[in-house]
Structures are given as C-alpha cells and as structure tokens.
C-alpha cells in the first residue's frame, strides 16, 4: 500500500476506532450496572422500622459524640426507600412524626416537594431562564432534565386519609404551574405539645443532575429527595417555593432512612450506616440513622473507590471520615483526607466542637453539577482527573462544604432569606480556614511563580457588582445570579473580614466562636448574629451594618492627589542642573476623596522621600479633604487603610498614590498582552496563508 | 540521505539563506503588535503607574491582583485593546500574504534576490494570491468545521462513558486527525503558492491543480517533512515559555520582554523553514523543463586566417661595431 493511502486512511480509522472505544466504554458502564449474582442475606437489619406507632421524637444519640441529644427535635423522619438504577426513580414511604413546640395549635401543615422544581414551568425553571442557575442554561429543555415528586398518598394518624385535601401553594410568587410546597390542612388542629404523625408513600424521579441532585451516567445523588415539612418560625409557616438562587431550611430532628439498591452500588449518606443485608433480588437495604440533623443526603454509584480508615480525634469524640472517590481521582485520595482533617481542627479550635461521629466527603461523578455541596454530615467535592499540586480548587471546595457542617448544619439559619448567614459567613471563615493552612497570598494558586489569594478573589467577585443589592436580601430577590454569588459569597466575606479590622482579629474570633455555641441546633436570624457581635465588641456598631447589610452602599476611598513645591519657590533659580537642597521646605498636600456612598472612618499614611511616615485619621463623612504639610522632604507616596483592614473597599488600587510613577507592572502586563498578540498574528499567518 | 532529509535539509539551506526575511517579519511583527497593543498599555500604565498594589504584579505573579484590575470598571473593558490586537494581528497576515510572494521567489533564486526583483514578485502576484486564499480559505474552512463537527461528535459521545479520561484521550487524538488533514491541506496550497509564483501561473486553478496532484502523490514524503517542522515549532514554543517561566526573575521585566520576543522571533522559523521545504520540493519535481528545439546547425565556413608573419623566434644577430 502506498503511503499516501496510509496517510488519508488514517484519519479515518482513527475516526472508526475512537468511536468503537466509546461505544465500548459505554456498553461497559451498561453492563456494570446490571445485575449482579444473588447475594447472602445473613446481615440484619439495625435501623429504625417504619409504622412506628409511639408519638414521641426519639432520644437517640447513636449517630453524635454525645450522651444526650443536642438540638430541640422537632421532626423524626423514617424513610424506606428503593432506588431503581434504570428509571431514577423512589418509591418510598415516610412516616414523619412531628411535635409541636410552637406554642399554638396547627391546623395545616406545608411540605417541601422540592424536586417538582425541574419541570419547564416551575418558578425554578423560569427564574432559572432569565437569571441562570448554577450548572443548568436551559436554553432548550429536555426530557431528562424534567424531575418530579408526587405523593402518592398521605395519612395523618388518627385522622385517616387526607390525600384529596393536599393543595400546591405558590406563596412568594403565586406561580400557580409551581408544585414545590403543597399544603395539608388538618381534620383537627394539633395542639401545642402535642404529636402528628404522617404516612406518606411517594415517588420522586431525579432529574440529570440539576443544583446538586440527580442522576449522571450510573451516578446518583439524592438530595432534597422526599417531602420535607415546613418549619414554623417567628409564628408563621415558613415554607418558600424553590427558587433558582435558593437553598433550604428544615427544623432538627432523627432521620431513620432505609435505601434500597442494586447489590453492585457503592453508597454514602448522611449519619451512620447502621445495617446492610442483601435481599434475594440482587438488590440490598442499607439502613442509616442521623440524629440532630435537619435534612438526609445520599449517593450511589458501582465505581466509588472508598477511604475510611481515617478517624479524627475531635473535642467530644473519635469522627470517622468516609471518602468515596472516582477511581480517577484516586490518587488525590490523601489530599482530600488531609484537607477534610485540617478543617476540621481549624472548626474546633476556633469555632467549636464538631459533635458529630461521621462525615461524609463524596467525589461526585465528573461534569454531574453535583460537585460542591453541604448536607448534614455528608459533602460533596469537585476535582478532575489533571489537578497540579499547587492548584488548591479541591482543597476550597472542600473546605468550604465542610464549613458548611457549622454555618447550615448546626447554625441553622433560613436560607431562603439570609443565604448569606450560611454561604457569606462560611466564605468568611473559609478565608481564615485557607489562610491558615495554604497562606495569605497562595491560598487558591501557588505554581509555577503564579500565585493568587481567596480574599481577594471574594472581594474581586463583589467588585463588579458592588451596587447593585443589599446583603440582608431574601436569596431569590438578587438582581441576578452573578448578584447573588457576588454578594451573597464575596461581598459578606469581605464585609466580615472588614468588621474584623474594626473590632480587632482576636474580638471577631471569640464572637463567632460565641455564636456558634450560642446558636448551634437553632434557627438564629441575623439580628442574633449582629447582636452577638456587639455583645462580644462591646461596640455599638449600626453605623456599619446599617451600611454594609442592610444597605447597598459602596465603599470606595480614593487618593486624589499628591503634590509637592518649595516654599520659597519664586526665589529658585531656574536650572536644571541645580541640585536639590537637603534644607529646602517643601509644601505638600494630599487629597483624598471617599467616591462611594459608604461612610467610614480610614487612616491615611503619608511617606516622605527622608524616610519620615506620618499618620492621619479620616471620620469620611465630607466627600474629600486635604492633608497638608511642611517638611524639608516630599511627599513619596500617601495609602489610605495602610494595614489592609477595610477588605469592603471594591477598589484597592486607587487606594494609594506614588509621586513618581512606576512603569514596571504596566509593562510586565503589557508585555503579556504584546506576546498574545503577536503569536496571535503568527498562528493566523501560519493555517491562513 | 533520504526525501525527507533532502527537503528538510534543503529548506533549511534557503531559510539560513534567506535570514533577513525572517528578520523583517519579525520587526513587522513586533511593530503592528507593538500598535495592537497600544491601548492596552495605556490603560495599563494610566491605572498601576501609581499604585502600590501594582506592585503586587511585579514581585511574583499574583493572579488575583491581575483579576481585580480586570473586574475594576475604572480600568474600564479591555474590549477596544482586545479588537486593536485582532486587527493589527489580521493586518500581519495580510503583510504576509502580500510578501510572501518575493519570498518564495527569493529561497527559489541562487542568488540573493534584488530588492526590486523582491517586490516586482509581490506585485506580479498579489491578485493571484488573493484568489488562492479565496479557495484555500473555502476549502480549508469546510474541511475544518466537518472535521470539527465530527470532533463535537465524539466528545459528547465520550461523555457518556464512565471513564473520564476517555473525553481527553478522544479530544486529543481528534486533535490530531484534525492537524494532520489540515496539515495535508496547507501542503497543497503551499504547492500551489510555490506554484503560481516560481512558474508565472497566471491561471490559479492550474496551480491548485498541480499543487494537488503532488501532495497526493508524495503526501508521506511532504507531510513528514512539515510534521517535523511543526514538532519543532511546539519543542521551542515549550522551551520559550518553560524559560520565561523558570530563569525569568519576577521583577525582572526586561528579561522577561527578551526572552518573550526571541521566542516569538524563533517562531517564526519553522513556517518559513516550510516554505523552503515546499520550493525545494517544487524545484525537485515540478518545475517544468524548458522545451529546446533540436536544430540543425548552419555550417560556419572555416575562418581563414591571415597569414601571420612569421616571427624568428631568435632575434637576428646584430652585426658587429
């Protein structure tokens, strides 16, 4: 054969083998998820049955490093559910006792149906379309994005059957195609103190993975999965549609949850695992219990390479971290476990104790929008298969999720309408975390001579939307997602990381450590959260929240000028080979200007090119003022927040200003833009031409 | 010594002949980028020539510094200095496309080509270039965006594996396929070009004819010639950037801009290396031999000499005094 056939048969088989190599991955996938031989069924089953006929919230304490419960249970959620690998679906049924500490009689109950979200005319979806979600553009929908969540059936004990008396409710937008919250009302009003118990048989369809819940290839992950009653705070029902920019909120309670698989899955949830057996039907139950949680989370897949040996000597007990990894990722096994434990010393030390006895770190599948998420003892992490060493995107997730286990999980704020109680206080300590493990400067990049810092990629990602919304915003009022993220995320973080400039390190540190231990296992608002900050600062500090929370002011201080002449200028000669006199006085000035709308006080530091510094207080409130001086030197440079406290200031360039001007960044960065160009121009002359 | 080695060495004998055309659209390209990048300097100096935190950028490279300055609206969009770069980047490929002529005619001379011979080339051959790049342009295009299409194919195929190193394996050995069917194609314009301009094609399609036929008939020959050349465009494209990367001080901004532009500048080699690879191989197999009419010589009647005194080859002997 000549060579030219070779040559242009080449491309072509390549073309035919890749494809086949694919199809016969596929096919492998397909195959690992069929059925597996029939296995023994010696194991018993240790958790919780359902149809429990005692009204009562168990006193369990099976699943925390404690000898007695550490939350007011409100709720006891036993599941029994079984996952059909093929379809996606559950068919379960839930029995969920509840006990009425609200003071009052309830005479309907709202449920969360979160997963009715994924069809093309939830709020969800609509909001979703104009405003974006995180994983999902919806540009054209598709069939296996769609996700349900229906009750089959619903039994109140005691009041029999009241399936025909469930109504969907649409209270923040009156989207009447929105299924997301249906309401029960009650045969008889439950009394305060007294106990319900519901009997719910229910199916859920996942969708492909949307907002960190889904299915992907063999994967699954189960979250916000079964109807999830409301929660009564402030005397009202608080139970919000799932929006686009939204999480959640659910009162604390026990979670006995039963999973039905296929034998061959590998599975991870949230709480302990408390019984396995293998049912005839290749299939096995696997039973977990979670106490003094407020939501149950978990994942299947036959691929997960799993880690749990590693345990975690914490303040009230051993904790045993699960790892569940793609077998692509293996070998960041140890990196993820190292991650997870310096977290997890970080938390206790300065926050508080972690008390539970698990925690589960998943590696979702890959490109699944799964990666990134908290639930209560169980979290999800992202990586790929190329992760260079000082590239520490792996290292932030996790960290992040795990800070998650105390702002969400135990500090149960309503994230619906302070999102930034748990995503903007944890973006805040994930800063400290990082900070203290990866340094200051290298805390997300560190290789090859580049380097780059979380704090300020938080206030980069507030910068560009600094005027737009308030912090203290209801999560699905954001201007948009980008709003949302930015202020939510970065803005709270540097907002935080700025309070502690003004309070001082050691003071924000024992107040949050003072509301986490105050508020773990509760609902506190944000009032509860400001107010700890001013008990512990014993400061008045209205002026700032008023400013940075609940208002959408801006911080922006600005050097304006600086200058400087000789006194006695017009006696100087004019020459320019006349030296300079070491005696000469010289007049300066500086100008500096507060160009936003947010008022504070700054320090200013005037350098003189004899080595002199001075130190100025600005109160901010005029919109500029000036500095002036006589000194036998000139004004060498002049920066205002000369310590680097006011991290909310979105622009910190302008924030100082030299004399004489320094060309060598402006020409390093135009350097790289020049080399761009340039083999831009090459790379277009080399295949056009 | 086989084929290869005879183009790749005798493309690389015209290049080394040839240096200052390298060198020329070296300048011309540092010059239209140095324009391109106008703009973006200044805004660049405008807003870090004061600044303390630039400094940040200088000592080391902090990413986030340089992701900041990008999100300040006071830096303001970089979407001016982006579209100066396109246009100054399109301006040198429509340099080159006007020269390229006068070189392919300077590596096919054996001497070094008068600067009016250089441009009488350009000139001569502008327009026929420009309908080469027309159907070069479409037939490039199709085969690029089939190619790519099939590509997209077969990535979101190797999406639905489980094994997630197949999406990268597959990105990258369509990758492949793609370079060396695009590579098959330059080759044959590169022929053509060598063609209608070393033969005086006006009639372009019989050059895209010819250049054709010869890629097809020596594509092995050829298309390991430019593959190698392109290997070592990659090893010192790497070599550049591992260079800056490791022996370049951060605060070191000269050397920084010294090894960046002797790199661009030794890039610049190996596609002019191809085009003596293409002369030297259109020299070899496709110039035409020059017809010459066998004649039969008029007979030249046998010159006559005069009859040439003939001179004592000892001179006479002189009497005696």
Not at chain 1, 1 to 11: A, C, E, G
Not at chain 1, 574 to 599: H, P
Request: glycine share 8%; with cysteine; proline share 5%.
């Amino acid at each position: 054969m000549k060579i030219r056939w070779v040559i242009v048969l080449f491309p072509l088989l390549s073309v035919v083998l890749i494809s086949v190599l694919v199809q016969e991955h596929a096919a492998k996938a397909a195959a690992s998820q069929a059925p597996a031989a029939p296995a023994s069924a010696s194991s018993v089953m240790a958790a919780g049955s359902n149809g429990s006929a005692s009204l009562t919230i168990p006193d369990t304490t099976l699943a925390i490093n404690s000898p007695r419960p550490m939350s007011q249970r409100v709720v006891h959620y036993e599941i029994d559910a079984k996952y059909d690998a093929t379809r996606h679906t559950v068919d379960a049924t839930e029995v969920l006792t509840y006990h009425n500490l609200t003071g009052q009689a309830l005479d309907h109950f709202p449920f969360h149906l979160y997963q009715n979200a994924f069809q093309p005319n939830s709020t969800f979806v609509r909001e979703g379309k104009i405003l974006g979600t995180r994983d999902t553009r919806y540009d054209k929908w598709e069939e296996k994005e769609f996700g349900s969540e229906d009750i089959k059936s619903i039994e109140v004990v005691g009041q029999g059957d009241l399936t025909s008396q469930l109504k969907f409710i649409q209270p923040d937008d009156g989207n009447k195609d929105d299924k997301t919250v249906v309401d029960l009302p009650m045969a008889r009003a439950i009394p305060p103190g007294g106990y319900v118990q519901f009997k719910i048989a229910f199916q859920t369809k996942f969708p492909e993975t949307q907002a960190r819940s889904g299915w992907k290839r063999d994967f699954v992950l189960g979250g916000q999965w079964f109807p999830k009653v409301g929660v009564w705070w402030h005397g009202a029902w608080n139970c919000h549609q799932y929006h686009a920019m939204s999480e959640f909120f659910a009162d604390f309670g026990v979670y006995d949850v039963k999973l039905t698989v296929p034998s061959y899955e590998v599975v991870g949830a949230s709480g302990v695992k408390v019984g396995e057996v293998n049912n005839p039907d290749n299939r096995k139950t696997v039973a977990y219990h979670g106490d003094d949680i407020h939501d149950f989370a978990w994942t299947a897949s036959p691929r997960y390479k799993v880690k749990d040996d590693g345990v975690y000597q914490g303040q009230m007990g051993p904790v045993q971290m699960r790892i569940l990894m793609q077998p692509a990722h293996w070998s960041q096994v140890e990196r993820h476990e190292k991650i997870l434990k310096e977290s997890l010393e970080h938390f206790e030390s300065w926050y508080g104790p972690y008390p539970y006895k698990t925690i589960t770190l998943v590696d979702p599948e890959p490109d699944s929008a799964a990666g990134g998420m908290e639930y209560p003892t169980f979290i999800t992490g992202e990586t790929s298969w190329f992760m260079p060493d000082g590239f520490y995107m792996p290292e932030l997730v996790v960290e992040h999720e795990f800070g998650h286990q105390y702002w969400y999980g135990m500090v149960a704020t309503n994230e619906f309408e302070d999102a930034w109680m748990d995503e903007g206080i944890n973006s805040y300590t994930e800063v400290k975390v990082l900070d203290s493990i990866l340094g200051k400067r290298t805390s997300i990049l560190n290789l090859v001579g580049a380097t780059a810092g979380e704090r300020e990629l938080q206030r980069g990602d507030y910068a560009s939307v600094a005027d737009l919304d308030p912090i203290a915003q209801k999560a699905y009022d954001y201007y948009s997602g980008n709003s949302y993220a930015g202020v939510t995320y970065g803005k709270t973080a540097s907002m935080l990381l700025t309070l502690e400039g003004i309070i001082g390190e050691d003071t924000m540190a024992k107040a949050m450590r003072v509301y986490f231990m105050k508020y773990r296992f509760t609902h506190p608002t944000k009032e509860d959260f400001l107010k700890t900050i001013e008990e512990v600062s014993g400061k008045n500090l209205r002026w700032y929240f008023d400013q940075a929370i609940y208002g959408s002011q801006v911080l922006d201080y600005k050097v304006l000028r600086v200058d400087s002449y000789p006194v006695n200028w017009y006696e100087q000669k004019r020459s320019l080979f006349q030296k300079e006199d070491k005696n000469t006085v010289y007049r300066s000035s500086v100008w500096i200007q507060r160009k936003g709308d947010f008022v504070m006080p700054v320090e200013l530091e005037v350098k003189f090119d004899n080595g002199g510094k001075v130190r100025e207080h600005w109160d901010g409130v005029s919109r500029w003022t000036k500095f002036t001086y006589e000194k036998k030197a000139k004004v060498e440079s002049a920066e205002l927040d000369p310590d680097h406290k006011i991290q909310i200031d979105r622009n910190d360039f302008n924030n100082s200003y030299t004399a004489e001007p320094d060309g060598k960044p402006a020409r390093k960065v135009t350097n790289y833009w020049l080399f761009v160009t340039q083999w831009l121009g090459q790379a277009l002359a080399w295949w056009a031409v | 010594m086989n084929g290869n080695e005879g183009l790749l060495s005798g493309g690389w004998s015209r290049v080394t002949r040839n240096k200052r055309y390298i060198v020329w659209f070296y300048i011309l390209n540092l010059a239209l980028a140095c324009l391109g990048a106008a703009a973006f300097s200044n805004q660049a100096h405008d807003y870090l020539d004061h600044s303390l935190l630039s400094g940040r950028l200088v000592h080391g490279f902090d990413v986030a510094v340089l992701i900041e300055m990008f999100a300040q609206p006071e830096f303001g969009t970089t979407d001016a200095a982006r579209a100066s770069g396109v246009h100054f980047a399109l301006l040198f490929f429509l340099a080159i496309v006007l020269f390229l002529p006068g070189v392919l005619q300077g590596y096919a001379s054996t001497y070094r080509l008068p600067r009016e011979d250089f441009f009488r080339a350009c000139g001569r051959n502008l327009w026929r270039f420009i309908r080469l790049l027309i159907v070069a342009g479409i037939v490039m295009g199709a085969v690029a965006a089939a190619l790519l299409g099939l590509h997209g194919v077969l990535e979101r195929k190797a999406l639905d594996s489980t094994n997630e190193l197949l999406l990268f394996e597959v990105r990258v050995a369509g990758l492949v396929v793609i370079f060396l069917v695009m590579s098959a194609l330059r080759i044959w314009f590169d022929l053509a070009e060598a063609d209608v301009v070393l033969s005086d094609q006006r009639v372009v399609r019989k050059s895209i004819g010819a250049g054709f036929r010869h890629m097809w008939r020596n594509l092995g020959r050829l298309l390991g010639a430019y593959v190698v050349i392109t290997i070592v465009a990659a090893i010192l494209l790497l070599a550049g950037l591992g260079a800056w990367m490791n022996f370049v001080p951060p605060a070191s901004v000269a050397s920084a801009i010294f090894v960046s532009q002797l790199t661009l500048l030794l890039l610049l080699i190996p596609r002019f290396w191809q085009r003596g690879v293409v002369v030297t191989y259109y020299l070899q197999n496709m110039v035409e031999p020059i017809a010459v009419q066998p004649s039969t010589p008029a007979p030249v009647p046998p010159l006559v000499a005069p009859p040439v005194p003939v001179i004592p080859s000892t001179p006479p002997e002189t009497e005696g005094v």
